[in-house]
């Protein structure tokens, strides 16, 4: 079974459409993908937050329903359900014209949502009952909203620890505009010597977590805002005063306060 998946270029929010030459192979269906409108930045608008979905086709005798899934930058999708796309001619999911192949639909977009690059995956279902991908674009949403730089708080440390001993700890991270706004929490680690630590070659940034992963991270409930990290020294490490800074940045890349915490390794 051969199957094509199609990435769509970026458009213009002001209306630019962009003539589509695909196809989408099933066991039983074949169908041509001419048009996908898409948009480059949305911003949120009290007046309108509606945004609009369009996939257009060669032919759709085949074809059962066409529906989309959008996902936000944090990874978490905004449609409770699918958006059925409608080739019905009714100006309430913007199909301008009946049976002439092009499936229109809304969806409304929320200033809470957060900013950031998102992504639209439309699927098809044929008259067999086969549902596969069809298209995937990707938009950039701007929810309006003054953007304020996280805070860091809260550190959780030790001030000594032993060389092959684990320790955890935590720091607190709050944003005015909501905590899926939160890009990365890191710190950076110098050694007693003064040189910087790079978990990967070329990378200075040791990434926290706040997803619940206690057994890697040590994070006991995700999505609280108090990220962790399990670390621990080998035993030839240095010994002495190891300097942590934390910082945190959100997804218009505006950083937070640093932290510094020295912690000594006896």
């Not at 192949?101 to 992504?119: A, D, T």
């Not at 730089?149 to 955890?168: H, Y």
């Amino acid at each position: 079974m051969k199957k094509y998946f199609l990435s769509m270029a970026i458009l213009l929010i002001a209306g630019c459409e962009k003539d589509f030459d695909g196809i989408i192979q099933s066991e039983q269906t074949e169908f041509n993908v001419n048009y996908v409108g898409e948009y480059d930045t949305v911003r949120f608008s009290a007046f309108d937050s509606l945004l609009t979905l369009q996939l257009w086709m060669e032919n759709s005798s085949q074809i059962k329903s066409i529906f989309a899934d959008i996902y936000s930058s944090s990874g978490d999708k905004i449609n409770e359900t699918p958006v059925y796309l409608k080739d019905n001619g009714d100006p309430a999911n913007g199909d301008p014209v009946a049976n002439d192949n092009r499936f229109y639909n809304f969806i409304p977009l929320s200033r809470y949502y957060p900013v950031g690059k998102y992504e639209i995956q439309y699927y098809i279902t044929d008259i067999l009952d086969v549902t596969q991908l069809a298209a995937v674009g990707t938009f950039q949403f701007d929810n309006a909203q003054d953007n304020i730089a996280p805070q860091l708080s809260e550190l959780n440390m030790p001030d000594t620890v032993s060389r092959g001993v684990p320790f955890i700890f935590t720091v607190q991270v709050v944003d005015n505009n909501g905590l899926s706004d939160i890009e990365v929490v890191y710190f950076e680690l110098y050694r007693p010597d003064g040189s910087v630590v790079e978990p990967t070659p070329g990378n200075t940034k040791f990434f926290m977590d706040d997803t619940g992963n206690l057994t890697v991270f040590g994070d006991q409930l995700a999505g609280d805002g108090i990220y962790s990290f399990k670390n621990s020294f080998g035993e030839t490490a240095q010994t002495g005063n190891w300097r942590f800074e934390f910082e945190a940045l959100d997804r218009l890349n505006e950083l937070s306060n640093k932290i510094i915490k020295n912690v000594f390794v006896e």
